[in-house]
């Protein structure tokens, strides 16, 4: 059984990345166009397709749901509906502490944009499907890592425009949650924090061709 379950976590971690480039093209704009757009916000948005993986989220969200309400288990589609929203609001959360500042302070030239983030697919395993991933595959496995399929469009603030185009890459960290010792970054206990901080190296250096 315990074997399957990794098989099963691997597979989910392989669709979270699939159609993903592994090598990402350089983009046509001269660095010094890049250079001459100002980043006003950053926002995330999630594929209606995407397969989102989180079950620590969900169990956050039972725990509270029954906190409020004595009841475990409620109408199904509200509970989707309230896992959809609590996915896009801890992406949209930890994009604009991560990937904001940053680009916020790469690009500041004199043309606004902002940058869209679109999350295709995502996978976060639990604390038991890590150490059983480990246990029988080793800290490598696919079950062991947290992974997420995501683009970045960079469109013009007035009109929507689109600018410079980030295709969809695959990111992956090792684990998922860890305890948090106040790290942030590449070492943050959160692994989306972990994906958005990676994401934003090689945002940066596509952007910049460096």
Known sequence: ?????????????ALATAGCVTTTPAHDLSVESVRALRVERVAVTVDP????TWPTLAQELIDARKART???????????AEMKSAVL???????????????????????????????????????AGVMV??????????GAQ????????????RT????????????????GYKIN???????SHDPVERMFADLDGRLRSWLLKS
């Open 181 to 187: 010792m106040g790290t942030s970054g590449l070492i």
């Open 49 to 52: 397709g995407a397969r989102i």
């Open 70 to 80: 004595g009841v475990e288990d409620g109408d199904s589609s509200a509970a989707i």
């Open 146 to 157: 947290s992974g997420m399929g995501v683009s970045v469009d960079f469109v013009d603030a």
């Open 160 to 175: 929507g425009t689109p600018v410079l185009s980030y295709p969809k890459t695959g990111v992956i960290t090792q684990g």
């Open 1 to 13: 059984m315990r074997l399957l379950l990794v098989a099963f976590a691997s597979a989910l971690l």
């Open 89 to 127: 609001a801890r992406l949209n959360e930890k994009a604009r502490t991560v990937l904001e500042p940053s680009l916020k302070s790469t690009l500041s030239g004199t043309k606004p944009v902002t940058a869209r983030v679109t999350v295709h697919s995502l996978f976060i395993p639990n604390t």
């Open 133 to 142: 991933s480990t246990l029988f595959a080793g800290p490598t496995a696919p």
